[in-house]
């Protein structure tokens, strides 16, 4: 170790090199390791010191340590058999990216901070567009996360309303009447976070009945709103989902953006999740009326291969983005007439998330791309059609991209719920599989994503063997009667 300054370059090669050999082993054997970590929780706090060394230490030793504390410590996302929540997965060239932009460390606030991605955001947001099929006046931008997309879609509907928060804020005002945002009761969670962070509360958060298959009522949607006009509220926006968290449900964006046209309201579209399909024509019909949304959030780091986190908002008019948020101090005013990120959003320093994603795009290509989501659900279907042929199992919710919602309903057993869930923690405990759970009119539903991009079909032939094992063993042992 060197008394000043960084690792010698002989020795950042040498780990370097150890690491990559580590990360390729890591991903070939991936679907050996636990998909849930096995670990109790405190059990990596107890095993490291709760002080920090002294002295820097051997790089060799801190390796091992990742081996022997780390490893044990990780859910594996990546795994082919992690099919809770949303299974998402990281490629390998999205690595590289990360390690790239790590390199390059910088914070893109203003162009000229970093003219490389504060361009190259630009042009791969513009070669997703076209990649969705969305029209040339949607220009984007790149946060971390939906919700942090989300956040900044409703402030900028909110500002677009003329309540003038950005300079007057909301506190000590007696002019302004209480905001509603609407959205189904499917909605995401980080809807909900939005408006409490935003300081309209979650008494402004109205959320409209769904049909049968989940999805928002547009009829009900118009009823709430010229019910809360009457009584003097302020509509800013409407948020339907393309593909719900719980069961991939479709709210039916046109029809909900002729309310909001009728009304003037800002229609931000959520599709987080299930965005991505837009790259399949066959899948287009799923968001039709997108196009006339003011803005969408889209997650290339949910089903694109791109590793968390790199989320994308588009706006139809991105300068109303800027009018909510722009602040120029007099430390980062600039004479170049350019467009500089940190003008967009909350954050001043923004990573250089462009970068894993354009590796990505390049790497796999339009069609690439297209294939492992095809696949994705076709393997998705495939497991509903065993599922529905199978009287020991019954479908939850309609597959309309790569999300099985499903129960357990062998005959003679009192209580499903119990049983479902039962079946669910056992997998998930052995390791073998993750799934996950939702609760659909009160009914345990099970949930098993296909997203993975080393998924195949003999991981969904194992998660079914498995599930059916633990049916049959739970229904010998009596447990749930
Ligand atoms: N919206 C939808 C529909 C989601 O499914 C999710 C996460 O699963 C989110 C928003 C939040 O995503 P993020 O973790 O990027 O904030």
């Given at each position: 170790?060197?008394?000043?300054?960084d690792m010698?370059a002989?020795?950042?090669?040498?780990?370097?090199?150890?690491?990559?050999?580590?990360?390729?082993?890591?991903?070939?054997?991936?679907?050996?390791y636990?998909?849930?970590?096995?670990?109790?929780?405190?059990?990596?706090?107890e095993?490291?010191?709760?002080?920090?060394?002294?002295?820097?230490e051997?790089?060799?030793?801190?390796?091992?340590?990742?081996?022997?504390l780390?490893?044990?410590?990780?859910t594996?996302?990546?795994?082919?058999?992690?099919?809770?929540?949303?299974?998402?997965?990281?490629?390998?060239?999205?690595?590289?990216?990360?390690?790239l932009t790590?390199?390059?460390d910088?914070?893109?606030m203003?162009?000229?901070?970093?003219?490389?991605?504060?361009e190259?955001?630009?042009?791969?947001?513009d070669?997703?567009?076209?990649?969705?099929?969305?029209?040339?006046?949607f220009?984007?931008?790149?946060y971390d996360?939906?919700?942090?997309?989300?956040?900044?879609?409703i402030a900028?509907?909110?500002?677009?309303?003329?309540?003038k928060?950005?300079?007057?804020?909301?506190?000590?005002?007696?002019?302004?009447p209480?905001?509603?945002?609407y959205?189904s009761e499917?909605?995401h969670?980080s809807i909900?976070?939005?408006?409490i962070t935003?300081?309209l509360g979650?008494?402004?958060?109205?959320?409209?009945?769904?049909n049968?298959?989940?999805?928002?009522?547009?009829?009900?949607?118009?009823?709430?709103?010229d019910e809360d006009?009457?009584?003097?509220y302020?509509?800013?926006?409407?948020?339907p989902?393309?593909g719900?968290?719980?069961t991939?449900?479709?709210?039916?964006?046109?029809?909900?953006?002729?309310?909001c046209?009728?009304?003037?309201?800002?229609?931000?579209v959520?599709?987080?999740?299930?965005?991505s399909?837009?790259?399949?024509?066959?899948?287009?019909?799923?968001?039709?009326?997108?196009?006339?949304?003011?803005s969408?959030?889209?997650?290339?780091?949910?089903?694109?291969f791109?590793p968390?986190?790199?989320?994308?908002?588009?706006?139809?008019?991105?300068?109303?983005?800027?009018?909510?948020?722009?602040?120029?101090?007099?430390y980062?005013?600039?004479?170049?007439?350019v467009?500089?990120?940190?003008?967009?959003?909350?954050q001043l320093?923004?990573?250089?998330?462009?970068l894993k994603f354009?590796?990505?795009?390049?790497y796999?290509?339009?069609?690439g791309?297209?294939a492992?989501?095809?696949e994705?659900?076709?393997?998705?279907?495939?497991?509903?059609?065993?599922?529905?042929?199978?009287?020991?199992?019954?479908?939850m919710?309609?597959?309309?991209f790569?999300?099985?919602?499903?129960?357990?309903?062998h005959?003679?057993?009192?209580?499903?719920?119990?049983?479902?869930?039962?079946i669910?923690?056992?997998?998930?405990?052995s390791?073998?599989?993750y799934?996950?759970?939702t609760?659909?009119n009160?009914?345990?539903?099970?949930?098993?994503?296909?997203?993975?991009?080393?998924?195949?079909?003999k991981h969904l032939a194992?998660?079914?063997?498995?599930?059916?094992?633990?049916?049959?063993?739970?229904?010998?042992?009596g447990?749930?009667?």
């Open positions: 170790m060197s008394e000043l300054g010698p002989e020795d950042f090669r040498r780990y370097g090199y150890e690491l990559v050999d580590w990360i390729a082993n890591y991903f070939e054997h991936i679907g050996e636990p998909v849930l970590s096995q670990v109790k929780p405190g059990w990596l706090r095993s490291i010191p709760a002080s920090p060394p002294e002295r820097g051997d790089f060799a030793e801190v390796l091992k340590d990742v081996d022997r780390i490893l044990p410590a990780v594996h996302w990546n795994h082919p058999n992690f099919h809770g929540l949303f299974s998402t997965s990281t490629s390998s060239v999205g690595v590289f990216g990360e390690m790590a390199a390059f910088m914070k893109a203003l162009w000229r901070t970093s003219p490389a991605s504060t190259l955001e630009d042009v791969v947001l070669w997703l567009r076209q990649m969705l099929g969305l029209p040339a006046h220009e984007g931008i790149i996360t939906a919700s942090v997309s989300t956040m900044h879609a900028a509907a909110r500002e677009r309303a003329g309540v928060a950005r300079d007057l804020g909301l506190s000590g005002r007696d002019d302004v209480l905001m509603r945002v959205s499917h909605v969670s909900d976070k939005s408006v935003l300081g979650l008494k402004s958060l109205r959320k409209i009945e769904c049968e298959r989940f999805e928002m009522i547009p009829e009900k949607l118009a009823e709430a709103i006009i009457e009584n003097g302020l509509p800013i926006c409407v948020i989902t393309v719900t968290t719980s991939s449900s479709v709210d039916p964006v046109d029809a909900i953006a002729d309310i046209e009728k009304y003037g309201i800002w229609l931000h959520d599709t987080a999740y299930a965005g399909t837009a790259i399949l024509p066959e899948f287009r019909e799923h968001f039709k009326g997108w196009e006339r949304a003011d969408i959030v889209v997650n290339p780091h949910k089903w694109l791109t968390f986190d790199l989320s994308v908002l588009y706006c139809k008019d991105l300068s109303l983005l800027k009018e909510a948020f722009s602040l120029v101090a007099e980062l005013k600039t004479t170049e007439e467009k500089n990120g940190m003008d967009y959003g909350i320093g923004r990573r250089f998330r462009a354009w590796f990505v795009i390049r796999f290509g339009v069609e791309l297209q492992r989501l095809r994705h659900c076709r393997l998705a279907r495939l497991f509903a059609s065993w599922v529905e042929a199978d009287p020991n199992w019954e479908m919710a309609p597959v309309p790569a999300l099985v919602c499903f129960r357990a309903v005959e003679g057993i009192g209580d499903l719920d119990a049983l479902n869930e039962q669910m923690s056992e997998i998930n405990a390791g073998e599989a799934l996950s759970h609760k659909l009160g009914t345990f539903t099970l949930r098993l994503s296909v997203g993975s991009i080393r998924v195949e079909e194992k998660v079914w063997q498995l599930l059916n094992d633990r049916l049959e063993s739970t229904i010998i042992s447990t749930q009667t």
